[in-house]
């Protein structure tokens, strides 16, 4: 296999992980090729992750490291690896050995296939009840929101072509959603199902702050899935509804006034129209101004959160 394979592992805190998933991937990826390179993130870890991950990169000059000034989150951790890699592929899995290398040569595979973007299916999850729960709801929700037909849309394994990575705004915790998101724009998702481990070292990230950004980041979704190119309709709709029962609302006092000569008796139907009027055109202004931001928009700038960068060349055009 000739095409250049990317790893991108976002870790914080994981010192005790991040050396036995070095070997792992090596030892995985090997017989299929030896043109790879692994990127480790570190989001702002406390403990000797970013030294674990130096000493590799001084062993190993196909590790490659990239210190964050502070705990950003895994969207950006995400999206500094994918701008600072050059595969053709792009696998990214979490830091605490609780995804097995072992599954690459899968995903690989069904990437050769034709797929776009292949997503891991932790079949058999390894987590406690108070992971497990809320992320069968969320997954649930999400299918049924999205239409696409997937398992575990949150899960940190995958395998993408770079089309996509290129193609992805990820932002808040929208990396949960990145199959969603890809399969808005017409790329072809897979899913596979994969060997989930038990939790080794360290700590789980997740705790009832992520449950609740969970359900936010749903709403996110709805808005994305529906009005992503098109926030003005979003906007619109409920401002021409808005201005148009206020309209009719002053059209009816003003016949009032009319036919009656006195409408002291409707003064609080007029400010009901009155403000109908004016959400009416602020719903619309906001839709319009939304409108303008995604036509002006500009990419952002990733390379400001990073402090170190461990054998890397010059910074990526």
Request: hydrophobic share 40%; proline share 3%; net charge positive.
């Amino acid at each position: 296999m000739s095409t250049k394979i990317s790893f991108v592992i976002p870790a914080k805190d994981e010192e005790k992980s991040i050396e036995q998933l070095y070997e792992e991937i090596i030892s995985s990826v090997l017989p299929i090729t030896k043109d790879i390179e692994i990127i480790f993130i570190d989001d702002g870890s406390k403990d000797g992750t970013f030294d674990t991950m130096s000493s590799l990169a001084r062993r190993d000059e196909r590790v490659k490291v990239i210190k964050l000034r502070g705990n950003f989150g895994k969207s950006i951790a995400l999206t500094v690896g994918f701008e600072n890699s050059c595969g053709k592929i792009i696998i990214t899995l979490d830091g605490d050995l609780q995804d097995d290398p072992k599954e690459i040569p899968k995903f690989i595979k069904k990437i050769e296939e034709g797929y776009d973007l292949v997503s891991g299916w932790k079949k058999k999850r390894k987590d406690p009840i108070t992971k497990t729960i809320p992320s069968t709801v969320v997954n649930f929700l999400t299918t049924a929101m999205s239409g696409l037909k997937i398992h575990d849309v949150n899960c940190g394994f995958k395998a993408y072509k770079r089309s996509v990575v290129e193609n992805l705004h990820l932002y808040g915790d929208l990396y949960r959603f990145i199959p969603i998101l890809a399969s808005r724009q017409n790329f072809k998702i897979a899913e596979i199902a994969i060997d989930h481990r038990k939790r080794k070292f360290g700590k789980s990230k997740y705790g009832f702050s992520r449950l609740i950004s969970g359900w936010l980041d749903l709403l996110t979704l709805f808005f994305i899935i529906r009005y992503l190119r098109r926030p003005g309709h979003f906007f619109g709709t409920f401002g021409l509804f808005s201005l148009s029962i206020g309209f009719v609302i002053g059209l009816y006092i003003i016949y009032l006034k009319i036919t009656t000569g006195g409408i002291a008796y409707r003064q609080p139907l007029l400010s009901l129209g009155i403000l109908l009027i004016i959400l009416g055109v602020q719903l619309l202004t906001t839709g319009l101004f939304a409108e303008m931001i995604i036509f002006f928009q500009k990419k952002e700038d990733h390379q400001k959160f990073i402090v170190e960068r461990i054998n890397f060349g010059k910074y990526p055009s």
